[in-house]
């Protein structure tokens, strides 16, 4: 079974830097997609960012490219997310998510595979 616990979400100023974490088995699972996602009150959920459980290149969304990375840490079980240059509209929830059955499937704007596993979400405040 996966599990994942996201942190590090808090309230910082414009411009500022959050790094968020996501730990849990889904490193147990070699052929695996790990993406974060955000939710903002009354919007869509939007993909920001995934990468395959055994590491490469990540995908970004547009509105984050630029000025979030990610990062594997298999030695801790962990994918971070550094978020720099904060804008006030990056305020939401933010989600990690795995699909364990295969690897991230990125098109045009949007992932297609299907994550069957969340995080309980971590809260990111960007004030102006």
């Known amino acids: 079974q996966v599990q994942l616990v996201e942190s590090g979400g808090g309230s910082v100023q414009a411009g500022g830097s959050l790094r968020l974490s996501c730990v849990g088995s889904i490193f147990l699972y070699s052929s695996a997609c790990m993406g974060w996602f955000r939710q903002a009150p009354g919007k869509e959920r939007e993909v920001i960012a995934a990468?395959?459980?055994?590491?490469?290149?990540?995908y970004y969304g547009d509105s984050v490219k630029g000025r979030f990375t990610l990062a594997l840490d298999n030695a801790k079980s962990t994918l971070y997310l550094q978020m720099n240059s904060l804008k006030p509209e990056d305020t939401a929830v933010y989600y990690c998510?795995?699909?364990?059955?295969?690897?991230?499937?990125?098109?045009?704007?949007?992932?297609?595979?299907?994550?069957?596993?969340w995080g309980q979400g971590t809260q990111v405040t960007v004030s102006s």
């Open positions: 998510a795995a699909d364990a059955t295969a690897f991230c499937q990125w098109t045009v704007g949007r992932l297609l595979n299907n994550f069957f596993y």
């Open positions: 990468v395959n459980s055994r590491g490469g290149v990540p």
